[in-house]
């Protein structure tokens, strides 16, 4: 298991992808995912597809159906993730009821032993977390807790305890891909910081190399998932080449910011 | 937390199962001549696979306190069990030989704990056998034992029972040994379960959070709603006990949606069956034609007075979303409505109600298109456009505060219907009966009847075209324990945990969960669910229409149906009530279609 620190290590900005497992099938994703951390991705995001997705957009909902119509399952995921040789920190990014349905001990179990450094659970907010946390950090697997443009007076106690990294959510809405952002994200990474030491990564609605690198030039770390699901929407199982191509250049993007 | 024991292990292939499983403790037999007894160098074998977080116990009866000793310095064991007649003085000596926690095993008899030894660090609950020693496998009695140690429960416990274990008996830690294996030999599975149930048990915290009912509810959202819900919560506390709010409620509610509702003798209907006497509480008179408004006019205001001029609402049938638009209209503000697609097509007189009341309506594409996905969908909007829009969410689901707004604001049913039956039978109802989908009209027909012991509480879930089919929207019936739509509540979900596509005739019931107080009543046992089917719905629908006039709403005749069953247990001088929440005008052409007549709404 890979620290997630690691992608921070002397300051650097980090790049962090994110996929949805089974889309378009799990041999497809395990190559990409191979893909993604020779392409200079830092952190990977691994999406569970649910039937539900209620944070995402259209194009990370269409993952998600595509995956589940194709009859992914959690147990095949576990085994695609651990088959693969890990050189940067990997993490789950799925919702609440496949991992309650699963067995919470049993999930991070099955983490910790398929080498998953972490999770980011959207629908279970601050207040509900301390279920999961309790028994992810006794299989060493940390809960990525997340920050809303609208967090404000929360922000104080959401990230106290913070590990890993903190999710700002850059704007609100669900996830995919935006034109502008009007949050001030500046100062809402600034009040996290007053706070907590723990690296802010800004996600939500990043879709180019350019707005990538604003993101991670005023906090430590851009966070993309639409922009390169559309890729594998739109070459299905033929992505390799597309997902290199754009991967490093938003990864020096991001490298350079 | 819940200490977690497995015992008896004796074959090398359980041991990555259990590393996995990462329980605190692991138990081998250490004395020879019992079913599960193993050899010291099993042990050490043991002792290299084992993860080091796992504590080892060896499990002795009667044995040499120097053999243990001397196990406990080379390593092999870290904690010793005593399950003999070792006594004080040999627990000492065995301390004196080296440091180590002891277990001593005790009986219990006619629910009393046997006499132990001060001198043991920890005690272990189990049945007594003199002639299986070293765990019997039998339970002992559940329940809370007073103690001044540390103390685990043993005995008959499994993956399937931990929990109940622990909610009934509050132990330390736990310890299963038989109950985890499979034609005599650990199963992995079940050692999974075992521990991730007994980590789970965590959940019984959830009963001390904010917005439960029992362990369901909570608030299961993404944090870019937190900062709504709380400043929902906060302007409920402060208008639900504000007079003018009060007042001018009871106003619209009285004067403009025609409350208070009637409470009617159905004399035909009563006559039909030849049971008790069955009264309606007739929701289906208010203005548009159901029970929703109750509700939508309670947020609608209260989003008012939080300075927010536009509503958003889900809709199944379309009833609360008529009511919303409706609400909406009156009180000057913008409304927009998200309905499943297959909804829409289902129920267009209400979608052209809708529009004709000046709301928007969104036909929901994702999903299965209907009521689960058009709450996805609003609560997707909600995320975008917190600031100056109000979620009028139409059922007791959904995060804290909705289950307790929305049952506040339906509550006004059985408010009146106590008070009604009283002044006319004299006595209470031996029943409430309601149709439930995410069960608002059947909490606002409970609510003020939970107190009355002797009133039995009966909801009718849609069971479709039956509970052993797939078509069917039963989530009592078929569903199980989940977190979804921001809630802890029970679900019907496939064997992944994904949400599973539910059926009914009726868009209004045709939902895959139900709300937290109903899935806390049911589990204290206060309240019965019972799945009424299609058929039987349409039988009931024909049935009212003919007897007394009365063409119910689709969701309403499976209250109606389940009540027929109900009022034959009962003689004449009984009495029970029947919420009919809504009308069946918007149903007619579609029970036609059913009944295979074709007519165009």
Redesign the interface.
């Known amino acids: 298991m890979t620290e997630i620190s690691q992608a921070f290590a002397g300051g650097k900005k980090a790049f962090v992808g994110f996929i949805t497992a089974g889309d378009p099938t799990l041999s497809d994703t395990k190559r990409y995912l191979e893909i993604m951390q020779d392409s200079g991705v830092d952190i990977i995001e691994v999406g569970i597809p649910?039937?539900?997705p209620?944070?995402e957009?259209?194009v990370i909902?269409n993952a998600d159906?595509r995956s589940?119509a194709g009859g992914v399952?959690?147990g095949d995921i576990f085994a695609m993730v651990e088959s693969i040789d890990k050189k940067v920190p990997f993490l789950f990014m799925t919702y609440?009821?496949?991992?309650?349905?699963?067995?919470?001990?049993?999930f991070f179990?099955?983490c910790?032993?398929a080498g998953v450094s972490g999770v980011i659970i959207?629908?279970?907010?601050?207040?509900?977390s301390?279920?999961v946390k309790?028994?992810a950090l006794?299989?060493g697997v940390t809960v990525i807790d997340?920050?809303?443009?609208?967090?404000?007076e929360?922000i104080k106690k959401?990230c106290a305890k913070s590990q890993g990294f903190i999710y700002l959510?850059s704007s609100?809405?669900?996830t995919g891909m935006r034109e502008k952002f009007d949050t001030d994200i500046l100062s809402v990474y600034r009040k996290i910081r007053a706070v907590t030491d723990t690296p802010v990564c800004v996600g939500f609605g990043i879709s180019s190399p350019e707005q990538a690198k604003t993101m991670a030039q005023i906090s430590d770390g851009a966070i993309m998932g639409s922009a390169i699901v559309k890729i594998i929407e739109r070459y299905g199982n033929k992505a390799d080449e597309h997902l290199k191509e754009f991967l490093t250049s938003v990864a020096s993007a991001v490298h350079s910011a | 937390m819940c200490k977690i024991k497995i015992c008896g292990i004796t074959e090398c292939s359980a041991l990555p199962a259990i590393n996995t499983a990462l329980p605190d403790y692991a138990g081998f037999i250490m004395t020879a001549g019992f079913k599960r007894s193993v050899t010291e160098d099993f042990v050490r074998e043991c002792a290299k696979v084992l993860d080091p977080r796992i504590k080892r116990v060896g499990v002795f009866v009667n044995d040499d306190a120097r053999r243990i000793a001397r196990l406990v310095k080379e390593g092999v064991i870290n904690v010793v069990q005593l399950h003999g007649d070792e006594d004080g003085e040999y627990i000492k000596r065995l301390k004196n030989l080296c440091p180590v926690t002891v277990i001593k095993a005790v009986g219990v008899e006619g629910g009393r704990v046997l006499p132990y030894p001060e001198e043991c660090d920890i005690v272990l609950l189990d049945a007594t056998d003199k002639n299986a020693r070293g765990g019997t496998g039998k339970r002992i009695e559940w329940r809370r034992y007073k103690f001044d140690k540390s103390f685990i429960l043993a005995g008959g416990i499994t993956d399937g029972n931990v929990r109940e274990a622990i909610a009934a008996v509050g132990p330390w830690g736990v310890d299963s040994s038989g109950g985890l294996e499979t034609d005599g030999k650990k199963d992995a599975e079940k050692i999974y379960r075992y521990v991730a149930n007994v980590r789970e048990c965590r959940h019984m915290d959830k009963e001390s959070k904010k917005g439960r009912f029992g362990a369901f509810g909570g608030q299961y959202v993404p944090e870019t709603l937190m900062s709504a819900l709380e400043e929902l919560e906060q302007a409920y506390k402060k208008y639900s006990a504000d007079e003018q709010f009060n007042a001018e409620l009871k106003y619209l509610l009285d004067e403009y949606a025609g409350r208070p509702s009637r409470l009617y003798f159905a004399r035909n209907l009563t006559r039909f069956v030849g049971g008790c006497k069955i009264y309606l509480k007739r929701e289906d008179l208010n203005h548009t034609g159901a029970h929703k408004i109750n509700n939508a006019l309670g947020q609608a205001l209260l989003a008012k007075k939080m300075g927010k001029n536009r509503l958003i609402a889900e809709t199944g049938a379309g009833q609360h979303g008529v009511a919303t638009a409706t609400a909406a209209a009156l009180l000057g503000m913008e409304c927009e409505i998200y309905m499943g697609e297959e909804d829409t097509k289902r129920q267009a007189l209400n979608v052209y109600r809708m529009k004709l009341l000046g709301a928007k309506v969104h036909a929901v594409t994702s999903g299965t298109r209907t009521l689960k996905d058009a709450v996805n969908e609003c609560m997707r909007e909600w995320t975008n456009r917190i600031a100056d829009t109000h979620y009028c969410l139409g059922s007791v689901m959904g995060p804290h505060p909705f289950p307790t707004i929305v049952r506040d604001f339906q509550a006004v049913i059985s408010e009146e219907a106590r008070e009604q039956i009283l002044s006319k039978e004299g006595k209470l109802p031996a029943a409430v009966v309601a149709c439930v989908g995410g069960g608002s009209n059947a909490i606002g027909a409970f609510y003020h009847f939970i107190g009355d012991k002797g009133v039995r509480l009966i909801g009718c879930e849609a069971a479709g075209r039956g509970i052993d089919t797939l078509q069917t929207a039963a989530t009592v019936a078929t569903g199980k324990p989940g977190i979804f739509h921001g809630m802890f509540s029970l679900f019907c979900q496939d064997s992944h945990g994904q949400i599973a596509p539910v059926y009914s005739i009726s868009a209004g019931l045709d939902y895959p969960g139900i709300g937290p107080e109903h899935a806390y009543l049911h589990d204290i046992g206060r309240a019965e669910y019972v799945p009424v089917t299609d058929d039987e719905a349409v039988e009931a629908f024909g049935l009212l229409s003919r007897t007394e006039g009365i063409i119910p709403a689709i969701e309403s005749a499976h209250a109606v149906s389940y009540a027929l069953k109900v009022a034959k247990e009962y003689g004449a001088d009984e009495n029970i009530i029947v919420c009919l929440s809504g009308r069946g005008d918007k149903d007619v052409a579609a029970i036609a279609r059913y009944k295979g007549e074709q007519i165009y709404d």
């Open positions: 649910f039937s539900d209620i944070a957009g259209p909902q159906a589940l399952n959690l609440a009821n496949p991992v309650y349905f699963y067995g919470y001990a049993r179990a099955r910790r032993q959207p629908d279970i907010p601050f207040e509900e301390s279920e309790s028994v006794g299989y997340m920050v809303a443009p609208t967090s404000e929360r959401v959510v609100m809405g669900v």
